[in-house]
């Protein structure tokens, strides 16, 4: 597509559930990046994908917080047991490899707000 | 680790005005970018403008210019005739080659009619 798509847009779950979400980069971006983003606050990174396999996965919180990009496009942010500290905006963001036409400029979506009651 | 603060809030600017963000970093790096995004309550990021580091020539995007200082390590972001649709979140962000972007706290900015 022509910009990062993120689903759900809006996620209503129910403390200790399980929440999945998604996101699809733009295509020819072999960086992928998650962040969150709490209410007034400017993101926080959660974890880096260069291709298939975590570059950088320091941001994660705990073990509940999980991802993954089983093919170097699509990802999947997965949360279990959700706490209402889980309540947040989560940010998705690609970006080209280096060099070449890495302008250094990563490119976000509009994020999935997920809210745990 | 690197680190980036922007010291205002909030920040309010008369339509057709000039207004200027702050914005202060931490590394030890010496080849970087820095980046000024803007988030409307759609929630998202728009790239404002781009600083590479190695270049001693302030960026300019028509009415958003930079004043990059990096000896201070301070990148602050000017908007001349400011319009109503300027109104957003600006974020500061630093990022080092392929890493991730350090984003600053943020800083509200209002345009009054």
């Known amino acids: 597509g022509a910009g990062v798509s993120q689903t759900p847009s809006n996620k209503v779950t129910e403390k200790g559930k399980y929440v999945e979400l998604r996101c699809d980069p733009i295509?020819?971006?072999?960086?992928l990046y998650w962040y969150r983003q709490s209410l007034g606050q400017g993101p926080e990174f959660l974890i880096y994908f260069q291709g298939t396999g975590a570059a950088d996965d320091s941001g994660l919180p705990n073990d509940r917080f999980f991802a993954v990009r089983p093919e170097g496009s699509v990802s999947t942010l997965k949360i279990q047991r959700t706490e209402r500290g889980d309540s947040a905006v989560y940010l998705c963001?690609?970006?080209?490899?280096?060099?070449?036409?890495?302008?250094?400029?990563?490119?976000f979506g509009e994020g999935s707000r997920l809210t745990v009651l | 680790a690197q680190t980036v603060t922007q010291s205002q809030p909030e920040m309010s600017v008369q339509e057709a005005e000039t207004v200027t963000l702050s914005c202060t970093y931490d590394?030890?790096?010496?080849?970087?970018?820095l980046f000024w995004y803007k988030q409307p309550p759609s929630r998202q990021m728009i790239l404002v403008i781009r600083?590479?580091?190695?270049?001693?020539q302030n960026a300019t995007e028509n009415r958003f210019s930079v004043n990059f200082q990096k000896a201070a390590k301070s990148f602050s972001l000017k908007i001349s005739d400011s319009q109503l649709g300027d109104a957003a979140m600006y974020f500061c962000a630093y990022r080092r080659g392929a890493q991730k972007l350090v984003f600053g706290q943020g800083t509200r900015l209002t345009i009054n009619p």
């Open positions: 295509s020819g971006h072999t960086a």
């Open positions: 590394t030890s790096e010496s080849d970087y970018y």
């Open positions: 963001a690609s970006s080209f490899p280096s060099g070449g036409q890495n302008t250094g400029e990563l490119f």
């Open positions: 600083q590479e580091a190695y270049k001693q």
